[in-house]
């Protein structure tokens, strides 16, 4: 399956996530690796096999092995960090985040690729799975660094857009059971 296949098999109703796909899949203020990366980082937080397999093909035009196994290594490190860092953030004590995580998360530092592409990839990630203290850290460091706002909001369009496709294509797949 192809992005463009998974586009034509949206329904009327999602005619706005047809379009932002397109869209959002073709901003001109990201490198492809940001872009790319972030799509591939996105489409495995969403867990739908569909778009992973979609944007995981077209993502191979566009990055190396080493950022493909980089994108793919921030949605899985944000996938512990998001639920680990939301409970410290939502739980009313807040003794436990003086604790240490005592999680190996190397690859935070140590990803292969631009730590700036690593951190706006673990923040679109981030946005799926809803981490509020993640956001906020990933976000500071890449303005920090320097990074428009343009291209970190165009992270979190990507993210949104694919998130809303993939429960899109799970609602009409268990519709039509």
Request: glycine share 6%.
């Amino acid at each position: 399956m192809t992005i463009e296949t998974i586009r034509e098999s949206l329904p009327d109703y999602a005619k706005d996530l047809k379009l932002n796909l397109g869209n959002v899949l073709a901003t001109p203020n990201m490198t492809a690796n940001q872009l790319w990366g972030t799509a591939l980082a996105s489409a495995i937080a969403t867990r739908n096999p569909q778009l992973i397999k979609a944007i995981a093909l077209e993502a191979k035009n566009h990055l190396s092995p080493e950022a493909e196994r980089a994108a793919k290594g921030a949605a899985a490190i944000m996938g512990m960090n998001n639920i680990y860092y939301r409970f410290v953030h939502l739980v009313s004590d807040k003794e436990y985040g003086k604790l240490p995580a005592n999680l190996r998360m190397t690859i935070i530092g140590n990803s292969g690729v631009d730590k700036q592409d690593f951190e706006l990839w673990a923040l679109a990630v981030s946005a799926i799975n809803g981490c509020g203290m993640c956001l906020d850290s990933h976000e500071q460091i890449l303005v920090k660094h320097g990074m428009g706002r343009d291209v970190i909001q165009n992270a979190v369009r990507i993210a949104s857009t694919l998130h809303a496709v993939a429960a899109t294509l799970e609602a009409e797949e268990a519709l039509s059971e």
